[in-house]
T-cell receptor
Framework: QKEVEQDPGPLSVPEGAIVSLNCTYSNSAFQYFMWYRQYSRKGPELLMYTYSSGNKEDGRFTAQVDKSSKYISLFIRDSQPSDSATYLCAMKLGAGSYQLTFGKGTKLSVIP | EAEVAQSPRYKITEKSQAVAFWCDPISGHATLYWYRQILGQGPELLVQFQDESVVDDSQLPKDRFSAERLKGVDSTLKIQPAELGDSAMYLC?????????????FGNGTRLTVT
């Protein structure tokens, strides 16, 4: 079992839909949780960065972390065709730990 | 907005040849990372520098890969000899702090194809 599991999709939704992307993990010591967006032939771009459990909102994006269930989510409201990309979850141990552990990424297509 | 610069963007090489990738992190960023991303997978860490020192190279195949960051600024990753299984995207990332708190900022990578 990999440390971080993420459904690779692909996921296809109509424009305006609410998108839910998820990751599960096995290492309860992870404390920092991130979501990156990666367009084709580009590097990952940081979307959300959260510490420990709870919710964080930024515009149309909401990140949720449930450490008790070892489950993190990214919600995208009013999805746009420009949101079509691969979404990677990533996580790391506490401060002083540098290595990120990534999921495989979920490929999302938003259809106009 | 400042970016991590990488070159070349694409590289095609034959098996057993040598290849080199270059990265210029965001100015002032102390920590620099090289990741490898195989198609359909998440990035995996190859080597991490803090300033000019290697912090972690436990996942770097040292028989063929080498990395340096001589003046603590830009960095070079080299593969010699290249093998078919090295075909992947090589990503450079940097972060400003030395405490591992700040998130990583990635460049757009070098896509390597080994034939």
């Amino acid at each position: 079992q990999k440390e971080v599991e993420q459904d690779p999709g692909p996921l296809s939704v109509p424009e305006g839909a609410i998108v839910s992307l998820n990751c599960t993990y096995s290492n309860s010591a992870f404390q920092y949780f991130m979501w990156y967006r990666q367009y084709s032939r580009k590097g990952p771009e940081l979307l959300m960065y959260t510490y420990s459990s709870g919710n964080k909102e930024d515009g149309r994006f909401t990140a949720q972390v449930d450490k008790s269930s070892k489950y993190i989510s990214l919600f995208i409201r009013d999805s746009q065709p420009s949101d079509s990309a691969t979404y990677l979850c990533a996580m790391k141990l506490g401060a002083g730990s540098y290595q990120l552990t990534f999921g495989k990424g979920t490929k999302l297509s938003v259809i106009p | 907005e400042a970016e991590v610069a990488q070159s070349p963007r694409y590289k095609i090489t034959e098996k057993s040849q040598a290849v080199a990738f270059w990265c210029d992190p965001i100015s002032g960023h102390a920590t620099l990372y090289w990741y490898r991303q195989i198609l359909g997978q998440g990035p995996e860490l190859l080597v991490q520098f803090q300033d000019e020192s290697v912090v972690d190279d436990s996942q770097l195949p040292k028989d063929r890969f080498s990395a340096e960051r001589l003046k603590g600024v830009d960095s070079t990753l080299k593969i010699q000899p290249a093998e078919l299984g090295d075909s992947a995207m090589y990503l450079c990332a940097s972060s400003p702090d030395r405490g591992g708190i700040s998130p990583l900022h990635f460049g757009n990578g070098t896509r390597l194809t080994v034939t």
